[in-house]
């Protein structure tokens, strides 16, 4: 069966909670990659924060474009989800494909991220930066990640839990993710307007 479920846990991490976290991930997981990325999330302007069933972006990661979409709850435990790369890896072409289909406005974040893989779990480590300043780190968050089929996802669900426990890492609640994603709305990420917005900037930005 086609593994297209991604189950997922996330949480808050302080400076103590990343520093012990990285070195655990260091002495005992596998490094994956670091990468930078910037992204135009359009449902937020479409459903709102809380109790949207869609997450539709176009995303740029280490300068590879990609169009993603998600379905089911966001916030939730697992959705599903689709990415297509765009040919040329052109951000121009990707966003005026979107705005085309009707997706002209969007939050933007900028953020870093480190990826690791422990006992069949893909740990992603995420640095939000300010968009004013991506230079800014606001904070950071974690999530824990195993890919799967509808069948097998509430396995994948207790496992990432056990994980968690043995660590003593927080793990958000819904409304609490929410709530996190609110306030990097107010305080890091900026808005997206393609009838507006200088595109040339934007990539000179990402680099």
């Known amino acids: ?10 949480g808050p991490l302080d400076e103590n909670a990343y520093k012990k ?10 490094f994956v990659d670091e ?4 992204l135009v999330d359009y449902s937020t302007f479409l459903e709102g924060v809380s109790g949207r069933k869609s997450d539709i972006r176009t995303r740029v990661t280490n300068g590879k474009v990609e169009l993603i979409v998600k379905k089911g709850k966001f916030g939730g435990h697992s959705r599903e989800e689709v990415s297509v790369f765009i040919e040329g890896s052109d951000l121009k072409n990707a966003l005026a494909f979107m705005a085309l289909l009707g997706y002209k406005n969007g939050i933007t974040a900028y953020k ?8 069949g779990i893909e740990i992603t480590i995420h640095e939000m930066k300010k968009c004013k300043n991506p230079k800014e780190i606001h904070s950071r968050f974690y999530e824990a990640e195993i ?3 509808d069948e097998s996802k509430n396995d994948a669900i207790e496992k990432i839990q056990n994980f968690l426990q043995e660590l003593d890492l927080n793990v958000y609640e819904e409304e609490d993710f929410y709530e996190y994603i609110r306030k990097l709305n107010k305080e890091a990420n900026g808005v997206f307007d393609y009838e507006k917005d200088n595109l040339d900037d934007i990539i000179d930005i990402i680099g």
């Open 35 to 38: 990468q930078n990325r910037f």
């Open 147 to 149: 890919m799967t089929d």
């Open 112 to 119: 870093d991220i480190k990826k690791y893989t422990i006992d």
């Open 1 to 10: 069966m086609k593994k297209n479920i991604e189950v997922e846990l996330r």
């Open 21 to 30: 976290l990285i070195e655990y991930l260091d002495k005992n997981g596998k």
